[in-house]
């Protein structure tokens, strides 16, 4: 049961936000100030709300479906990981906490891609630069974006292309780009870390 939001609309409402998505969805990141709150409930709740009023935002890719669907032999390659988040900036706690684990990944086990979600003007995190093999995405919105609350899904098309087998967000109720883009299947394993302040 979908009731998709018309984007056209809502702009022109009047003090509407150029994002629909943010006019018509809170996060659940204020969530940190109720510790009884059952977080994860409230966060699949508000996917639910998401998906309806933008069924795009729950696109799954198609090497994902193919995936699911056959057995699958242990694969004879370097294990593809994208790291993707909104706050994997210098300075931040996020990247404070992974950057290490990350730098240390052994590069002939893994093929490393990271991804900002530039949402607000800040430097990538330096250990993105470590290894010269990994590849390195900063990524914003532009000027046909606006007005649309599932343009992520530009992204998400972006990132099945690379088919990759794990897809790890540092967090999900931080950016709304990133919560927005972890609603679609874009990998076999998907994972999520314990954004700040509370697990996302």
């Known amino acids: 049961?979908?009731?998709?939001?018309?984007?056209?609309?809502?702009?022109?409402?009047?003090?509407?936000?150029?994002?629909?998505?943010?006019?018509?969805?809170?996060g659940p990141f204020s969530l940190s100030f109720y510790y009884r709150a059952d977080v994860a409930a409230?966060?699949?709740?508000?996917?639910?709300?998401?998906?309806?009023?933008?069924?795009?935002?729950?696109?799954?890719?198609?090497?994902?479906?193919?995936?699911?669907?056959a057995d699958h032999p242990c694969v004879n390659r370097k294990i593809r990981l994208a790291v993707i988040s909104g706050v994997l900036?210098?300075?931040?706690?996020?990247?404070e906490s992974f950057g290490g684990v990350l730098?240390?990944?052994?590069?002939?086990?893994?093929?490393?891609?990271?991804?900002?979600?530039?949402e607000k003007g800040a430097d990538i995190a330096s250990f993105t630069r470590t290894h010269p093999s990994d590849k390195v995405y900063i990524w914003g919105k532009e000027a046909g974006d606006v007005h649309n609350g599932a343009w992520t899904l530009r992204w998400a098309k972006e990132i099945e292309s690379w088919e990759m087998d794990i897809i790890f967000y540092f967090e999900l109720s931080m950016s709304t780009y990133a919560r927005r883009l972890g609603m679609a299947r874009l990998a076999p394993v998907q994972a999520n870390s314990i954004g700040h302040p509370i697990t996302s």
């Open 42 to 69: 409230v966060a699949r709740k508000q996917y639910e709300m998401a998906i309806r009023g933008w069924p795009a935002l729950a696109y799954t890719a198609d090497f994902v479906r193919r995936y699911e669907e």
């Open 89 to 95: 900036t210098h300075g931040h706690s996020n990247s």
């Open 103 to 118: 730098s240390r990944l052994d590069r002939n086990i893994f093929e490393v891609t990271y991804v900002l979600l530039a």
């Open 1 to 26: 049961n979908y009731w998709p939001i018309r984007d056209h609309e809502i702009i022109h409402f009047p003090g509407a936000a150029p994002d629909p998505f943010l006019q018509c969805l809170l």
